[in-house]
């Protein structure tokens, strides 16, 4: 079953090719990401945590086993499967959620922290949209409680993206990435073909939103902003980063 082109991820992230594809970080920078996160957003044991878009659990995973209080939430069933045989070798055991970013399944004020990591957000076809996955990370927050956004930072992603790319998926199928940007609808085009000139086999379509945007979004779910990196050990955002880690928090 084919889906929208506007619902892309939906087909990408139940094929077993995104796991390549989307270049997931390896082991070591995870671990390095995580003690960021620890750190930047002073994590306790006995918050109540919520990794959305958590794919198949590399933070949460890690989350979980050093004893934090985190749920796992994806709308990719694959994902899901992949998360709960993680938790599985690690021995440790945390909830796992399918829903949409764009309607949490938590209760107003229910939680502390809300992840949104690894690129995950733009996603969506409508900056409505996108701005929902905001407004729901605010609706459930308690009055204090933070949000911490891993997106692209759109300057460096429009200059480094990669025009022709060879890639190779786990079962050892070769594909090349050719990327675009739509300057018009400020979305980063990623496209994998077997050949060159060859028909899309993938397709991915990301929003990319600058910080001025991001500081009005996030102006408009209710939060405010705390601080912006550059990376995940705490690097002060200057513009030219290849990630844009945005901290925001709910008023007291």
């Not at 929208?4 to 077993?16: C, S, V, Y």
């Not at 705490?234 to 513009?239: C, E, H, P, R, V």
Request: proline share 5%; glycine share 8%.
């Amino acid at each position: 079953m084919t889906v929208p082109p506007d619902l892309w991820w939906r087909e990408f992230f139940r094929h077993e090719h995104s796991l390549a594809l989307a270049q997931f970080p390896d082991s070591g920078q995870t671990d390095q990401e995580v003690a960021g996160l620890i750190e930047m957003l002073a994590l306790a044991p006995a918050q109540r945590i919520a990794d959305i878009c958590c794919g198949y659990g590399r933070h949460l995973v890690r989350l979980a086993r050093h004893g934090y209080g985190v749920v796992g939430m994806d709308i990719s069933p694959m994902m899901l499967e992949l998360a709960q045989a993680q938790l599985a070798r690690a021995g440790v055991e945390t909830p796992l959620i399918q829903a949409d970013a764009r309607e949490l399944p938590f209760a107003d004020r229910s939680l502390d922290v809300v992840l949104n990591l690894f690129n995950s957000f733009g996603y969506c076809a409508c900056d409505e949209d996108n701005q929902r996955i905001l407004n729901e990370a605010a609706r459930v927050l308690q009055a204090g409680g933070k949000l911490l956004l891993d997106t692209r930072n759109r300057p460096h992603q429009i200059l480094f993206a990669p025009r022709r790319l060879p890639m190779h998926t786990a079962d050892g199928e070769r594909l090349i990435l050719t990327c675009t940007y739509d300057q018009r609808n400020h979305r980063l085009i990623s496209e994998w073909r077997n050949t060159a000139d060859g028909p899309v086999v993938h397709h991915a379509s990301i929003r990319l939103y600058g910080l001025e945007e991001l500081d009005e979004m996030i102006a408009a779910a209710g939060l405010h902003r705390l601080a912006v990196y550059g990376d995940y050990k705490g690097t002060a955002f200057t513009g030219y980063q290849r990630q844009l880690l945005y901290l925001a928090q709910k008023p007291a």
